[in-house]
């Protein structure tokens, strides 16, 4: 359990500071807003990753499969990292909240 919310931590620091560098290159180029999505996160570690993940899951899995990732990936990066980790964070809170 206590994997779990630290999981949970983790994704929601990430999530903010994925908003942050968006909000910081938003005021870069002069407002204009550009939201960096899960695809272009990906990119930046591996540069053929996406590309290669997204054939393979158009090719071993069944049709609405794909399509739901193809959509998590053009999500804006910082939303898919902060609803996973509040997510995780609801799952897995203390039980004594739940007593309460």
């Given at each position: 359990?206590?994997?779990?919310?630290?999981?949970?931590v983790?994704?929601?620091?990430?999530?903010?500071?994925?908003?942050?560098?968006?909000v910081?290159?938003?005021?870069?180029?002069?407002?204009?807003?550009?939201?960096?999505t899960m695809?272009?996160?990906?990119?930046?570690?591996?540069?053929?990753?996406?590309?290669?993940?997204?054939?393979?899951?158009a090719?071993?899995?069944?049709?609405?499969?794909?399509?739901?990732?193809?959509?998590?990936?053009?999500?804006?990066?910082?939303?898919?990292?902060?609803?996973?980790?509040?997510?995780?964070?609801?799952?897995?809170?203390?039980?004594?909240?739940?007593?309460?």
């Amino acid at each position: 359990m206590v994997v779990f919310r630290f999981a949970a931590v983790v994704l929601i620091v990430l999530g903010l500071m994925l908003l942050g560098a968006d909000v910081v290159s938003m005021l870069e180029r002069g407002g204009e807003p550009h939201m960096r999505t899960m695809a272009e996160v990906w990119a930046l570690f591996s540069a053929s990753g996406v590309e290669a993940f997204r054939t393979w899951i158009a090719q071993d899995f069944p049709a609405p499969f794909p399509d739901g990732i193809a959509t998590i990936l053009d999500l804006p990066a910082f939303i898919s990292l902060l609803v996973l980790g509040v997510g995780l964070a609801f799952l897995f809170r203390q039980g004594d909240e739940l007593a309460e």
